[in-house]
């Protein structure tokens, strides 16, 4: 019975404080607690295979045949698909018959050129002997020197005409030689040219995306295939240049994933690209997971919030209980405007280094009818 009178005399003096004050302001409060104060970088990215790469035509030309689909697994060097291009492949063709026609061409000219030089020899070797038969004779009185200098010119001719054979043999053989290595050249170039209508995988994994179909006619350097390797996967976000500089290797981060709704994950930077992506004014970084959630996939979206700093044991209040450089504190029902000291702050809370106590009882969102030393009726913001 005590308890209800007292009860009863509460309310009976808060009503006539507020017909003497006016009537309460009700205001939502929230407390002065203890915690983790952090300073987070946002950036947002996709899941992708680190290995990863583009497979693109080397040649223009038409898809005749397609050999695997998205989400087969290739080993590296892998046919992916065919490029028909008729061009090198009839050059590779019309190469070949010139390589053996210049063969053909040159080799019986070198042989004349043989047979006729063992004819020579045969000849001038007889007519040396001749000439020294004749010398003798000539010494004798047995011939003339006239015929005698006959025999002896036309060794000498015999002798140049030899020469003249080997310098042309040499020459065939130099044209034989040079007209044979060009055409081979060209094969082993031509050649090489059909090899890259084959289309191979240069790294290990899966079939990630297939950009073409077939029979479609794709140009040099198109992009025909991604290729990755799924079992390692990594997070590629875009740190905007206001933030790079605040961002260090190592730095943990805070990933949530459309695709695992109420969950959050660690990662670690792992990397910042140093050449920033002109378009979007942000710099390329990875971060790889403190351990991958299941049933991970490339190009699954995420939201990271990158740890920049963090203080244990912070005074922390709601950031929408910051009012410029001050809060407003209920004192019994009261409101008091207090300056504070702020610290850390994210989006959600705010470490406050001066102003306040841990307990008190702050406004959450200051109702500018309120002044300094207003009556509120307080409650806790849910």
Same mark, same amino acid.
């Given at each position: ?35 983790? &104060?952090?300073?987070?970088?946002? #950036? %947002? ?49 019309? $190469? ?20 006729? !030089? ?15 038969? &004749? ?20 060794? %000498? ?6 020469? &003249? ?15 044979? #290595?060009? #055409? ?20 290990? $994994? ?24 799924? *079992? ?17 290797? $190592? ?18 930077? %792992? ?38 700093? *963090?203080?244990?044991? !912070? ?16 004192? $019994? ?50």
């Amino acid at each position: 019975m005590k308890r209800r009178t007292i009860a009863v005399g509460l309310v009976a003096l808060l009503a006539i404080f507020g017909l003497a004050m006016g009537a309460p302001k009700r205001v939502s409060v929230a407390y002065v607690v203890r915690g983790k &104060a952090v300073n987070a970088v946002y #950036a %947002t990215g996709t899941v992708e295979a680190e290995d990863r790469a583009s497979v693109k035509a080397k040649v223009a030309g038409s898809v005749k045949a397609l050999l695997v689909r998205e989400g087969e697994r290739v080993e590296k060097g892998a046919l992916l698909a065919r490029v028909e291009n008729t061009t090198i492949t009839h050059a590779l063709e019309r $190469g070949k018959l010139e390589l053996a026609a210049s063969s053909k061409q040159a080799g019986p000219k070198l042989s004349s050129l043989v047979a006729k !030089a063992t004819a020579l020899r045969s000849e001038l070797a007889l007519a040396r002997s001749e000439a020294d038969r &004749a010398d003798a004779l000539v010494k004798g009185g047995g011939m003339s020197a006239l015929d005698r200098d006959r025999l002896q010119s036309r060794a %000498t001719q015999l002798d140049a005409e030899l020469r &003249a054979n080997s310098a042309e043999q040499e020459l065939a053989r130099i044209a034989l030689t040079s007209n044979t #290595a060009q #055409a081979a050249e060209d094969v082993k170039a031509l050649t090489s040219q059909v090899d890259d209508t084959e289309v191979r995988s240069p790294v290990a $994994g899966i079939v990630l995306r297939r950009h073409v179909e077939l029979s479609e006619v794709v140009m040099q350097n198109q992009v025909l295939f991604d290729v990755g390797n799924t *079992e390692q996967l990594a997070l590629r976000v875009a740190i905007d240049e206001g933030d790079v500089a605040r961002v260090k290797v $190592g730095a943990h981060a805070l990933v949530t994933m459309y695709a695992f709704r109420g969950e959050t994950f660690r990662a670690t930077i %792992t990397r910042i690209l140093p050449d920033a992506d002109r378009a979007t004014k942000s710099f390329p970084s990875w971060l790889h997971f403190e351990g991958s959630p299941p049933n991970l996939r490339s190009g699954m979206t995420v939201e990271a919030n990158i740890i920049t700093d *963090e203080h244990d044991g !912070a005074l922390m209040v709601p950031s929408e209980a910051i009012d410029a450089n001050h809060v407003w504190r209920v004192d $019994g029902f009261r409101v008091r405007k207090v300056p504070v000291s702020i610290g850390l702050r994210d989006l959600l809370k705010a470490e406050l280094k001066l102003g306040v106590a841990e307990g008190d009882a702050v406004l959450v969102a200051r109702d500018t009818s309120l002044s300094d030393g207003s009556w509120v009726w307080p409650r806790k913001a849910q």
